[in-house]
């Protein structure tokens, strides 16, 4: 493999971003990926006004509008009664919506904008050892492979390896609970315009629409199954949801179980190893903001990697995005607490929620951070 200016080091929608961003600037970007191909389910399901604006200059945006499905209304309800309602459309963005897309999709629209623009993604390629000195640095493979390069950026997710070779620590916690997870077909009361937040008695649901006229559905559960069934999503939405009748799961079309950390890198930089995405920061899916943080590291992180001082801008790299990673895990955190409460307090949690979700400034506020225009630097 060639040297490079910069080693990109993971191609999920962090380094995809990255790499098309630097190489849009005529920085030469190798991506490097242990994965064999890109991820075939939908994982995240979310991108926000602000990463549909960053991307923009990059001709991203477009193409993921394309695809994607418009919600431009989010609600948190319990069983019929909304207890609050954010309408994204006064909102000062071009993009007053939630854009609904499978993430296996973002990559796919990056990626053949990545190849345009003249990259690729080297893959399986696994990263064994990082070693940085004056004028640049070393990265070996798991093939013996070697490639010099600038600085390289760990956009490897929670497990990251190139964290872990620069000693930068990564403090935090898990949840207790597991959160089931199902892409479905349903019928009945689903929209396919808005995302719901169920907070009922008996547990968390979000429902929220895919193309393609399919559904997400994201509960916690104490030890969910590596696999559910149709009769378990079916039985989270009646006790959850609307309320039976009114919903009815007809398809699975792909399901699974996930454990929920709360961390945050020590720092995002030592020396030439830089940090983005997961690989910095992972919090809870409340409110849908984890790969739009990482987008929206990588244009900030693409823009001081081409500027002629990269020393003192990777250094505002660091100040300007870790603040913001630090507000993001604290809102999800107390998203996910409040979404998990022992069941005899959830009824005064409701009806707290409902009180406070009649104040505008409180709807404003939550539309501002949901969209993440509330991060624009």
Known sequence: MDDTDVLVV???PTGLTLACALTHRGVK??????QPAGVNTSRAAVVNARSLEVLESLDVTRRLVDEGVRAPRF?????????????FGGLPTNYPYSLMLPQSSTEAILLTRLEELGATVVRPKTVTAVTPDSGGVTTEFDDGDTVRSRYVVGADGVHSTVRRQAGIGFDGGEYEDSFLLADVRLTGEAPDDEVILFWARA?????????????????????APEQPSIAL???IIDSRGSGPGRIEVTELIWGSRFRIHHRIADTYRAGRLVLAGDAAHVHSPAGGQGMNLGIQDAVVLAEALTAGAPDELLDDYVRARRPVAEGVVAMTDRLTRLATLPRALRPLRNSAIGAVGRLPAVRTGLGWRLSGLAYRT
């Open 233 to 235: 999503v079916q039985n």
């Open 203 to 223: 547990g968390l649901t979000v429902v929220a629409p895919l193309p393609g006229g399919v559904h997400r559905i994201v509960a916690p559960i104490a030890d």
């Open 75 to 87: 609600t948190i309800r319990d069983r019929a009664r909304t207890l609050i309602t954010v309408d």
């Open 29 to 34: 970007a190798t991506v490097v990926d242990r």
């Open 10 to 12: 993971g191609a999920g």
